[in-house]
């Protein structure tokens, strides 16, 4: 399986990349997960919050690899359990599908990147730091693994 994850945001707190660093490391061979992170616009700027969203789009688009299904995390999206997450992914794997999981930035996803995603998944009603988002999208892939591999680290 391949899963790219692309971010807005290039330095977080040390915890967090240790803790997205630790995940990703945690993958066999044959789970390619990879982090890509992108420059998020400037916010001190005069610039409109729909340009530095536009401009933000532009560079994830360019992070994303070829054809890969889009996945965008967004508070609107479908709520799964981390089975459901598990034989939802298995399913995209089946199909042949390089999965990408986008995290927007400080004021989200662009709505034209928004409607080329062909999934958009909620990881909890509450508002999270991009830093949380990014540890839990990595430990949520772990756990669609471990669960599809019958792996003890899920213990439901």
């Known amino acids: 399986m391949k899963i790219t994850i692309v971010a807005v945001g290039l330095k977080q707190p040390t915890w967090a990349e240790e803790a997205v660093k630790d995940y990703l490391s945690r993958f066999p061979s044959d789970w390619k997960v990879e982090l890509k992170t992108v420059k998020a616009e400037d916010r ?26 889009l996945v965008i995390l967004d508070e609107r999206g479908k709520d799964l359990t981390s089975v459901a997450l598990a034989r939802q992914l298995q399913t995209w794997d089946n199909q042949g599908e390089h999965i990408a999981f986008v995290i927007g930035g400080a004021d989200g996803i662009d709505p034209s990147l928004k409607s080329e995603g062909q999934f958009m998944l909620r990881l909890s009603s509450l508002t999270l730091p991009h830093a949380f988002v990014r540890v839990m999208i990595a430990e949520q892939l772990y756990r669609s693994w471990s669960l599809l591999h019958n792996h003890p680290y899920h213990r439901a």
């Open 44 to 69: 001190t700027s005069k610039k409109p919050i729909a340009r530095i969203m536009e401009l933000e789009a532009e560079r994830i688009r360019n992070a994303l690899p070829k054809n890969a299904f």
